[in-house]
């Protein structure tokens, strides 16, 4: 069974940043996968935010584009997403998961972006 977990989120100033990582477990055969984070803000679907594929390619959400950055390291099975520049449309939990996705979710790593 694949689990994800999620950490690093918190409350940050606009304009500030945080980096959010996410470790997998599980029969998911980390390396050949393709990975995102996925984020949902309260009162809206999920959406997808950055995307990664195994062979390092990255894609990105317009409203994300220029001030995220999505990374993994197969060795660790993990997945990072650096956030700069957030502002409070910032603020959602954020998952990761397989590209399609899974399933099966973790709990997320709540962003609050507020002064």
């Known amino acids: 069974q694949v689990q994800f977990v999620e950490s690093g989120g918190g409350l940050v100033q606009p304009g500030g940043s945080l980096r959010l990582s996410c470790a997998a477990s599980?029969?998911?055969?980390?390396?050949?996968?393709?990975m995102a984070w996925y984020r949902q803000a309260p009162g809206k679907q999920r959406e997808l935010v950055a995307g990664?594929?195994?062979?390092?390619?990255?894609n990105y959400a317009d409203s994300v584009k220029g001030r995220f950055t999505i990374s993994r390291d197969d060795a660790r099975k993990t997945v990072y997403l650096q956030m700069n520049s957030l502002n409070p449309e910032d603020t959602a939990v954020y998952y990761c998961?397989?590209?399609?996705?899974?399933?099966?979710w973790g709990k997320g790593a709540l962003v609050t972006v507020s002064s």
């Open positions: 998961n397989k590209l399609p996705a899974y399933d099966t």
């Open positions: 599980g029969s998911i055969f980390f390396s050949i996968r393709d």
């Open positions: 990664i594929t195994s062979g390092r390619s990255t």
